[in-house]
């Protein structure tokens, strides 16, 4: 391999390495949908989100 190989390489990696983590960070801030069963000290709680 010669050295623009290996830097579109490393580029290219980077590159999945950042949208991976985009959409990972995008999924844990989403809201989830639907409904919300709670079970606690002050009895049952449904919210509708």
Sequence with gaps: ???SNILYLAVGALAVVVAVLGYQLYQ????PEGVNI???PGGI???KK
């Design 38 to 40: 709670n079970l606690g």
């Design 1 to 3: 391999m010669n050295r």
């Design 28 to 31: 844990d801030r989403k809201k």
């Design 45 to 47: 709680s449904i919210e």
